[in-house]
């Protein structure tokens, strides 16, 4: 134990002092150098920071879990997330950095208009509050709790172990918000990114040569003998993810959380121009590329393990399998990777989620004056209110249901794909009118909330009881046709007379010159996810 609690103890503060030794000289005292670290993100960095961003115990826990309940369907989430990265790469980056958008609602505000910025920008400050940050503190929790066994170390009982986690993780991150803003936590990020790739290929790797007493390709020839249905990802109607999904609803998703989820593509926004950011987003992609590995296999290799005594939860797989299968001497460092996962995560949601109160709300109605200096001081303030929150609100939530990724997907649903909606038409449609977009954000979240929300009678409804009995991915998709069709209707009859969007118009903040390798690059991306594809299918080793 005393192992586990230096080498956990070192590694993470070894990871804090380097970021802030190597970003010591960077000025973070203005809102451009504290929100979006100067515009001075590389490439290397970005794609680290966008990995970790994304990469925390909601997939470790939750896809994995997906894993042992049913199959490979659920690295739709991972793969389709490269081919998501290529069209942010090629079509949104590019417009997001002529304009110079420092918030996703920026852009919102200046092809509709200020109302509507305003909504958009609830819609995520609500997301982010009451679901996104609260989520990854419990989900992180459990994982640590879990595989650590916190309730036995310290000998407390499961809520106040939950809660230890809880605090420890938004202690730490509230220390990297006042430490120096994105810079720091995207360099923490790239050093943590390291140790994820090591520590999570760790956990498969340990866990099949646990199967095949001490061979690995043995152990994975085992699993995959006795479950080869297990190691299909083409899903259907009631996997995780069918795979008719990845053409409607799980597009529209992985669109909006790679290029319109502000807490993700403020990474790219603070990219030193769009070579860098390009570079950053295509790289990531090839990452996800390698996720199904330490994402969803270890899961099945859980359930080949645990499969005489299986799990009450199916999210307690990943815990489970790391506890039973990782060398002591190795805890300590797994435990620290697992941490600046978790906590990388966390940081992103409060930096973006203060990103957004400040230079939407704070700055231009409640104090219009304010120095850089004030609205960053501010800033820190309101991240210190926002973690005490959200360490208050997670542990109310240890009541979530089974399949906790899944579940935090469908209720992303209320605000993801109905903002994505306005961001898509407004930039390949300019006669659309403000008003229009406000109807469909109102009628598009009240539609979907009465597909997802359970209440007696709706099935009696023609429309309403047929989308309530299909997929909630689906549903999204459905939702976002007669979206759009209402908004061109709309742009015909009642165009809008005062709209000044030009998306060709570079405000030359950073330069636009665009990779001369992301052509070339994203070719063999998308020849990749076809490959995955065709390996984890009844054509490949499934069969």
């Not at 939950?162 to 420890?168: C, G, M």
């Not at 539609?447 to 009881?465: D, M, S, V, W």
Request: with cysteine.
């Amino acid at each position: 134990m005393l192992l586990t609690i230096v080498s956990f103890v070192g590694f993470t503060g070894l990871v804090l002092g380097l970021s802030y030794y190597l970003t010591r000289k960077n000025d973070s005292s203005s809102q451009e150098g504290y929100f979006l670290a100067g515009r001075g993100l590389t490439g290397w960095i970005i794609a680290a920071s966008l990995l970790l961003t994304n990469l925390s115990t909601e997939q470790m826990v939750g896809l994995n879990g997906q894993g042992y309940m049913f199959n490979m369907s659920g690295m739709g989430f991972e793969i389709g997330a490269s081919l998501a990265l290529i069209i942010v790469a090629f079509f949104f980056l590019p417009r997001y950095l002529k304009k110079g958008y420092a918030t996703i609602p920026d852009f919102i505000g200046e092809r509709y208009d200020a109302v509507t910025k305003q909504f958009v920008n609830f819609l995520f400050l609500a997301g982010y509050v009451l679901i996104l940050l609260p989520v990854v503190l419990y989900s992180g929790a459990i994982g640590m709790g879990g595989i650590f066994d916190i309730m036995g170390v310290f000998n407390v009982d499961y809520m106040t172990a939950i809660i230890i986690v809880v605090v420890a993780i938004g202690v730490l991150g509230v220390v990297y918000s006042l430490a120096g803003g994105l810079r720091i936590m995207a360099v923490a990020d790239t050093l943590n990114g390291i140790g994820l790739i090591i520590g999570g290929l760790m956990i498969p790797i340990f866990a099949l040569m646990y199967v095949g007493g001490g061979d690995m390709l043995g152990g994975l020839k085992t699993v995959i003998e006795a479950h080869p249905e297990k190691f299909n990802a083409i899903g259907g109607p009631n996997d995780p993810v069918p795979f008719l999904t990845m053409f409607t609803g799980m597009f529209l998703v992985n669109l909006f959380y790679w290029g319109c989820n502000q807490t993700i593509i403020q990474r790219a926004l603070a990219a030193k121009n769009l070579k860098e950011g390009q570079k950053g987003l295509l790289l990531a992609a090839v990452f996800k590329l390698i996720g199904p590995i330490y994402l969803i296999i270890p899961g099945i290799v859980a359930f080949h393990i645990f499969q005489d005594n299986p799990l009450q939860i199916g999210d307690m797989a990943y815990p489970m399998l790391v506890n039973k299968v990782l060398p002591f001497y190795l805890t300590g460092f797994f435990a620290a990777v697992l941490f600046g996962a978790i906590l990388s995560s966390f940081n992103a949601a409060l930096n973006s989620t203060s990103t957004l109160f400040m230079l939407n709300i704070y700055k231009p109605y409640i104090k219009p004056d304010a120095t850089d200096k004030q609205v960053v001081f501010a800033g820190k303030v309101v991240a210190v209110i926002l973690a005490i929150f959200s360490m208050c609100v997670a542990p109310l939530i240890a009541k979530a249901p089974s399949g906790l990724f899944n579940y935090l997907q469908m209720v992303n649903g209320f605000y993801n794909v109905p903002i994505f909606t306005l961001i898509i038409f407004g930039m390949l449609n300019k006669r659309a009118p403000a008003w229009a977009a406000k109807v469909t954000l109102v009628c598009f979240i009240i539609a979907y909330g009465l597909t997802q929300i359970p209440f007696t009678g709706k099935e009696a409804i023609p429309l309403l009881g047929w989308l309530s009995g299909i997929h909630y991915l689906h549903v999204m998709a459905i939702l976002f046709v007669i979206a759009v069709a209402f908004m061109w209707l709309t742009g015909i009859y009642w165009p809008t007379k005062n709209n000044t969007y030009d998306d060709a118009k570079d405000l030359h903040v950073v330069d636009t010159t665009p990779w001369n390798k992301a052509v070339v690059m994203s070719v063999a991306i998308v020849l990749c996810v076809f490959a995955v594809y065709v390996i984890f299918s009844k054509f490949g080793i499934a069969a």
